[in-house]
């Protein structure tokens, strides 16, 4: 049995950092951390459909490890001995890598994706694989079904979902099953169920995050990030995960040093923002919390200017290239018809219809792509950054269907309308932070940045997390 | 309950066949109304891209980042 003095509950919901110092000071050891985080992972992982397959096993022998050297002061970095899992379309060689379908159920890889073998260099502990959206949501879904192991439940109320794609990733951060893990994002799946699970949430520069060992859906907009308890925390990880890598076509070559430090005059940088996006955009319920979400922003004393999104149809555009890209990806998956296999009927449709998108559609789209870019590189010119919020709702019922009758939104668009799409299709770095509660379900502010300005948009999360305690909540579970 | 015309079709095209086919389990594939809808939301979009108006000069994204 573990020997700590440190209780279940402030370890399950401890930071990155204060896990190391445990460590570092010998209060606990990475054995005894992974046995107490192993344990609520099998236990209350399946609880909200979270856990895709432990490794808990497998993670005590890396823990053996990482204990022999930090017995011996033989530091390895802030993640030496912590514990994480990985959204399951990250390749773990010779365990089930399903990509949260059943029609890939049995499916395993001889090698471990590029994160994973970054995060074992700094004697990270895997422990398992969590839940997804199947195949990420390629094709669209229709409700929190659609998924190998079922609907995504929100730890903080089981009632809802807890968002997709990166279901199960969000889940377990929030339910103190693990302090960091691994997501994906092609169009939202990182900033929305972080949302959802008031967790933060990073979604990097495109071509940060080496992506070999992961499902591919679409190449020129899959970005692999990481959700945890705080800004600082997805920093830490981002640096352990990020840099160039020849095995990833879309790899930008880069390195990352976490320094946010060298950012902390945020009063020399500007933000932009729109007043109607936190004052009329969202639900009703939602508003007094965004209200006050923006004021801390404004007492961080960055300048904030108005600004608007430039106007380009972001919605259908980034679902003619993702689908066009997934149909490519799957086309013998979808024309054999093991597609029908697949838990969602609007996926299955969505998928089979998307074989019909001509060169001419995707190329169209790509073409508008461009000059998409070229506006917001004028549009950082003016700013530093843009605030919204990240979702405008609650999440939906894990039950039912989703909701898709349009909501009465202004006529006047600021920022938040198509930022999400907009931001990955010009590849920019984001991140989500819960900013306040409503009827006991978080939600979430999105600050993106210029490519590569991830130490600038870490640090201004940061010192909106230094300001407020939301990101310190968690749900009892 | 009603059934469409292609409903119909479908079924009667399908009666002759019935007695030879052997008992399976249902196929879990989508109804066909699904695959319309796909398939529409797939030729609006088209519709909408073709008519965005673009200079001749520019060129399909090749890098992804802005």
């Not at chain 2, 066909?32 to 609006?44: F, L, N, Q, S």
Request: hydrophobic content about 40%.
């Amino acid at each position: 049995m573990p020997k700590t003095k440190l209780d279940e509950t402030t370890l399950a919901f401890a930071t990155i950092a204060e896990l190391n110092a445990a460590l570092r000071n010998r209060e606990i050891s990475s054995v005894e951390l992974t046995k107490i985080l192993g344990k609520r992972f099998e236990k209350l992982g399946p609880e909200y459909n979270a856990l895709a397959y432990s490794l808990v096993k497998q993670g005590h022998k890396a823990a053996k490890d990482a204990d022999y050297d930090l017995k011996r002061d033989r530091f390895r970095g802030l993640l030496q001995g912590i514990p994480y899992a990985v959204k399951d379309l990250i390749a773990v060689a010779k365990f089930p890598t399903t990509w949260g379908a059943k029609p890939f159920a049995d499916q395993v890889f001889d090698e471990d994706a590029a994160v994973i073998r970054r995060l074992a260099s700094k004697q990270a502990i895997l422990i398992g694989k969590l839940s997804m959206v199947e195949l990420a949501g390629g094709g669209g879904y229709s409700s929190a079904a659609a998924s190998l192991q079922g609907p995504g439940l929100n730890p903080w109320n089981k009632s809802f979902w807890s968002g997709g794609s990166s279901s199960g990733s969000a889940a377990a951060v929030a339910a103190g099953l693990v302090p960091f893990a691994l997501g994906s994002e092609t169009s939202g799946s990182i900033i929305t169920p972080a949302c959802f699970c008031g967790v933060t949430g990073l979604r990097p520069t495109y071509g940060l995050v080496s992506r070999h060992g992961a499902m591919a859906l679409s190449w020129t907009l899959d970005k692999i990030g990481v959700l945890a308890r705080s800004a600082e925390d997805c920093g830490t990880v981002l640096a352990a995960i990020a840099g160039g890598d020849d095995e990833d076509p879309g790899s930008a070559g880069k390195s990352f040093y976490f320094a946010p430090q060298y950012y902390e005059n945020l009063s020399e940088l500007k933000i932009g923002y729109a007043e109607i996006d936190f004052a009329e955009w969202p639900d009703e319920p939602l508003r007094p919390a965004f209200a006050n979400a923006l004021a801390v922003v404004k007492s961080i004393g960055v300048p904030m200017l108005e600004a608007k999104l430039p106007d380009f149809p972001y919605g259908p555009l980034i679902t003619c290239i993702i689908d066009s890209e997934a149909a490519s990806i799957f086309e013998r998956f979808i024309r054999s018809g093991r597609v029908d296999q697949l838990a969602d009927s609007k996926q299955i449709n969505g998928l089979k219809a998307a074989l019909n998108y001509s060169a001419l559609d995707y190329l169209k789209a790509m073409r508008v792509r461009s000059q998409i870019q070229a506006a917001f590189r004028d549009l950082f010119a003016k700013v530093d950054f843009l605030v919204a919020p990240a979702r405008l709702t609650l999440p939906d019922r894990a039950d039912q269907p989703f909701d898709e009758t349009q909501p009465k939104r202004p006529d006047q668009k600021g920022v938040v309308a198509g930022l999400v799409q907009a931001g990955n299709l010009c590849g920019l770095p984001a991140i989500t932070i819960p900013c306040g509660y409503v009827n006991g379900l978080p939600v979430g502010l999105q600050m993106v940045g210029r490519p590569f300005s991830e130490n600038r948009v870490i640090a201004l999360a940061r010192e909106f997390q230094r300001r407020t305690d939301f990101h310190k909540q968690h749900p009892h579970v | 309950m009603t059934i469409t015309r292609r409903e119909w079709t479908a079924l009667l095209g399908a009666l002759p066949l019935l007695s030879q086919t052997p008992v399976q389990a249902p196929a879990p594939a989508a109804p066909p109304e699904g695959i319309e809808k796909a398939t529409t939301d797939v030729r609006e979009i088209s519709q909408r891209l073709a008519e965005i108006e673009m200079p001749l000069n520019i060129e399909p994204a090749f890098r992804f980042v802005a």
